[in-house]
C-alpha cells in the first residue's frame, strides 16, 4: 500500500532518517513515536505526498486519508457537511439536487419542471449508485460520534473553531475509509498526526474502535497511550540520536517490554564489555613498559579496542525543554476585567453576557462542551477578536501571554529566532539564544520556519514566546497538545509554581490538578462557580 525505498529526510542540514526502508501493508496499525522533534510528522507528510524527501523514494498503491495536526481548508465557505460529504463526492450532488428540488416547486412553465424533474431523477440515479442516502446517514454517524452536532454540520467552516474544524477533516477521512455505502474503501491508508486532540472522552473511545476495526493500514502519531495500547501491532521508533528508525512487529505493551529489556542488555553488555577492555588495556600497560613484551601489548591495546567498537551504540537520553513560564511582571489587584461579553457569528449565537474578573495570582478554568465558545473568550479577552457586546478592560500594570492552541500566534513564514525576537524586542541576542536553547531550539534550527515544525516544536516555541513575556495573566489554549510525556510534565510542574493568573482551557486533567483553580467558568451561560473536584469528570467530556 505504502513502500519508501532509501528514504532520507531533513530538516535543514539535521539529518531525521537516512537510508530507510518502511512498508505500510492491509492489516498493519503503526504507532509511529519518537521524541518531540525526532521527525514524526515529517515523516508522516512525506508518506502522505505532502513533503518530498531529501533522497529515495515513496510509491503508493490505493487510496490515503491524511490528518495533520493544522489542516488548512481551502474554501471556509463551505458547510461543514458538504466539507465532510465531499469525500466521496456527495456535497456537490445533494446542493444539485436541493436546487432541482426547488426548481420542480417553484417552475410555473411545465416544459421548464419537466426538465427539472429529468434533471432531479439523473441526479438521485447517481447519488444512489454512490450509496446516497446510507452514505449520507453513515457520515452523520461519524460525526456524532466526533461530537459534532447537527446545528454544526450546517455552519460554515469559517465559524468554527479550530477543533472543531479539525474534527470535521477526522470525519471526512474516517467517511472516505467507511465500508458503509457503495465507494467505501476500507482498504484505505489513514496516516492520522494526533487525531486524539480535541476530542472528549466518549469521541476518543469511539476512535480507538474504528481505528481497530479498520481493515487497511494504519499509520498514527499520538501520546494518547491508551489509544496505542489498544490499537497499534506494530510500533516504528524513531531515534532522534541515531537518524533511524526501529520496527518492532508487535503490540504496544510488547514493545514497552521489548524496549525496556534491550536497554538492560546493552547497559549490561556495555558495562561487562568496559570491565574486560580495562583489564587488558591495564595488562598491556604493564607489558609496554618491557621492549620484549611490546607487540603483546599493542595487540592487548587493539583487542580492548575491538571489544568497545563491537558494542551496539550507546542510546542518548532524549534532551528535555526546560520549559519554566515567566515571572509575572507586577500589576495592580485586578489587571483583567470583562464585562458583558456575547459573541455571534451570523446567526449563531456562542455565548452572551460573560463576566469576567481575573485577580492578581487567580487561577481559573474554563468549561464547556466543543464549541461552547471556550477558545472564543481567549481570543475576546487577548484582543484578538472583538465582542458583539461588552468589553475587556485591562487593569493597571496588565501583561498578558497568550497560548493559542492551533499556533495562530506563531508566524508561520519566519523563523524560529524572528518569531521569538518579535515577541520579545528589547532582550539581548545572547539571553534569547540561551532561552531558545532551554527550548530545545539551536544552531541552524533558529532559521528554520516556524511553519515546517512539528506540533510538539510549535508548541515549544509558542511557550518560548511566553517566558520572555513577562506576562503576569496568562492565557493558556490546550498547553499540553502534542507535547511527549515528558515536556508534558515540564509544563505542568511550571503551572504549578507559576505565581501570576491564568485562565486555563483544557481537556487534561492533570494540568488542572497541577493548577490547583480557585473557580472555574462554565459555558455558554457564563456561570461562575468556586472549583470542587466534581468539576475535574466533566474536564476530559467537555
Known amino acids: 500500500m505504502i513502500t519508501a525505498t532509501g528514504l532520507e529526510l531533513r530538516a535543514g542540514s539535521r539529518i531525521l532518517l537516512s537510508g530507510t526502508t518502511l512498508r505500510v501493508q492491509p492489516g498493519d496499525r503503526i504507532g509511529l513515536v519518537g521524541r518531540n522533534g525526532a521527525g514524526k510528522t515529517t515523516t508522516l507528510r512525506v508518506l502522505a505526498g505532502e513533503g518530498e524527501p531529501y533522497a529515495g523514494e515513496v510509491h503508493v498503491g490505493g487510496d490515503l486519508g491524511y490528518l495533520p495536526q493544522d489542516p488548512r481548508e481551502g474554501d471556509l465557505s463551505l458547510s461543514a457537511k458538504d466539507r465532510v460529504l465531499s469525500a466521496r463526492g456527495l456535497d456537490t450532488l445533494v446542493r444539485d439536487m436541493e436546487k432541482a428540488q426547488t426548481a420542480m416547486s417553484e417552475l410555473v412553465d411545465e416544459a421548464e419542471r419537466d426538465r427539472a424533474v429529468r434533471r432531479y431523477g439523473r441526479l438521485e440515479e447517481r447519488f444512489a449508485a454512490l450509496g446516497g442516502y446510507a452514505a449520507e446517514s453513515e457520515a452523520a454517524r461519524i460525526c456524532a460520534n466526533l461530537g459534532l452536532e447537527e446545528r454544526i454540520l450546517a455552519q460554515p467552516l469559517s465559524t468554527l473553531s479550530g477543533g472543531q474544524r479539525r474534527r470535521v477533516e ?163 489587584r485586578t489587571p483583567l476585567t470583562a464585562e458583558g461579553l456575547s459573541k455571534s457569528y451570523g446567526s449563531l449565537e456562542i455565548f452572551t453576557g460573560v463576566d469576567l474578573a481575573i485577580d492578581r495570582g487567580s487561577k481559573v478554568v474554563v468549561l464547556g462542551l466543543n464549541g461552547a465558545g471556550k477558545t472564543t473568550l481567549l481570543r475576546l479577552l487577548c484582543g484578538l477578536e472583538t465582542p458583539d457586546t461588552g468589553r475587556v478592560v485591562a487593569g493597571h500594570g496588565l501583561r498578558l501571554g497568550y497560548y493559542a492552541q492551533e499556533h495562530e500566534t506563531l508566524d508561520h513564514d519566519a523563523s524560529v529566532w524572528e518569531n521569538t525576537r518579535h515577541l520579545a524586542p528589547d532582550t539581548g541576542a545572547q539571553e534569547l539564544r540561551n532561552l531558545l536553547g532551554s527550548f530545545l531550539f539551536s544552531g541552524e534550527q533558529l532559521d528554520q520556519s516556524a511553519g515546517t515544525l512539528s506540533g510538539g516544536e510549535k508548541t515549544r516555541l509558542a511557550l518560548a514566546g511566553l517566558v520572555s513575556s513577562a506576562a503576569n495573566v496568562l492565557l493558556l489554549d490546550e498547553p499540553t497538545n502534542n507535547l511527549d510525556p515528558a515536556s508534558r510534565a515540564q509544563v505542568l510542574d511550571s503551572l504549578r509554581s507559576y505565581t501570576g493568573a491564568v485562565v486555563l482551557v483544557t481537556h487534561d486533567p492533570g494540568a488542572v490538578e497541577a493548577l490547583e483553580p480557585e473557580r472555574v467558568i462554565l459555558l455558554p451561560d457564563g456561570t461562575e462557580d468556586h472549583w470542587s473536584e466534581e468539576y475535574l469528570e466533566l474536564v476530559q467530556l467537555a
Not at 480535541?198 to 474502535?209: K, M, N, T
Open 170 to 332: 477526522l470525519a471526512r477521512i474516517l467517511f472516505a475509509a467507511s465500508e458503509a455505502g457503495a465507494g467505501g474503501r476500507s482498504d484505505t491508508v489513514l496516516l492520522l498526526d494526533e487525531p486524539t486532540n480535541h476530542l472528549d472522552a466518549d469521541s476518543i473511545s469511539w476512535l480507538r474502535g474504528f481505528l481497530k476495526a479498520h481493515e487497511g493500514g494504519l499509520v498514527v502519531i499520538s501520546h494518547d497511550v491508551e489509544l496505542l495500547g489498544e490499537v497499534v501491532n506494530k510500533v516504528w521508533f524513531l531515534d532522534a540520536t541515531r537518524a533511524e528508525l526501529d520496527t518492532y512487529n508487535m503490540s504496544w505493551q510488547r514493545y514497552l517490554d521489548a524496549r525496556a529489556t534491550d536497554e538492560k542488555r546493552r547497559r549490561r553488555e556495555r558495562a561487562n564489555a568496559e570491565k574486560k577492555a580495562a583489564a587488558l588495556q591495564q595488562q598491556a600497560a604493564k607489558l609496554g613498559a618491557k621492549a620484549t613484551k611490546a607487540v603483546a601489548a599493542k595487540n592487548m591495546a587493539r583487542r580492548a579496542e575491538q571489544m568497545l567498537a563491537e558494542l551496539d551504540e550507546e542510546r542518548q537520553s532524549d534532551k528535555v525543554a526546560r520549559i519554566k513560564f515567566p515571572a509575572p511582571a507586577p500589576c495592580g
